[in-house]
């Protein structure tokens, strides 16, 4: 797929999945704009490749997710949950529509963050899922970059917990060292980091 100078602009990933070829790059667009934190842009890319795919899962996946924003622990979570219902009416629906068993991991774990429990028992359960599909597929950058996010997101707003931030940044700067154009990567590391005792671990 050749990038358009919006995309190159928002950085490099590689997110193969199993929608139709003209709703593929729509979808990419999405997970950029996700990773730039730029969530508007996202939700308007991932609906425009479901009018293209209708049962394009990892689409409304992308969408629901954007109604999550960890690190600020914002979240629309009707608004989720509506995306998700548009896809199947029940989980087990959902997962029927995911050709894939990355796929279907994928849509498991969003199905954690915005299932039953309060936000800091969703956030942990969505993380442990993510960890054990970044177990699961080792090579798929975007595992492991919504897991360092997802770990990121596990922390209490105003607290720090070393071990956990340094996890998540050391995830994201292994995804560096093959693509240093990954916009969650970087992003990610600088949260992850951004206090001054670890600090250097984010100049590159």
């Not at 989980?91 to 299932?115: C, H, I, M, N, S």
């Amino acid at each position: 797929m050749t990038l358009s100078g919006t995309e190159q602009a928002l950085g490099r990933i590689s997110f193969p999945t199993s929608g139709s070829v003209t709703a593929q790059p729509l979808f990419t667009r999405g997970v950029l704009f996700v990773h730039n934190f730029e969530y508007d842009e996202a939700i308007e890319q991932f609906r425009q490749a479901q009018k293209i795919d209708p049962g394009f899962a990892m689409a409304y996946w992308g969408e629901a997710l954007a109604y999550s924003q960890p690190l600020w622990r914002n979240e629309s979570l009707d608004k989720a949950r509506a995306v998700l219902a548009r896809l199947g009416p029940t989980p087990a629906a959902r997962q029927a529509k995911a050709p894939t068993v990355r796929e279907k991991g994928y849509l498991d774990a969003v199905e954690k963050l915005f299932g039953s429990g309060d936000q800091a028992a969703r956030l942990k359960a969505y993380a442990d899922r993510m960890g054990a599909l970044h177990v699961q597929f080792p090579d798929d950058d975007e595992a492991a970059a919504f897991y360092a996010l997802a770990l990121l997101g596990t922390i209490p707003e105003g607290d720090r917990n070393e071990p956990v931030s340094l996890k998540a940044g050391n995830i994201a700067l292994a995804i560096l060292k093959k693509n240093p154009e990954h916009p969650g990567a970087n992003h990610y590391a600088l949260h992850a980091f951004d206090e001054g005792e670890h600090a250097a671990m984010a100049l590159a």
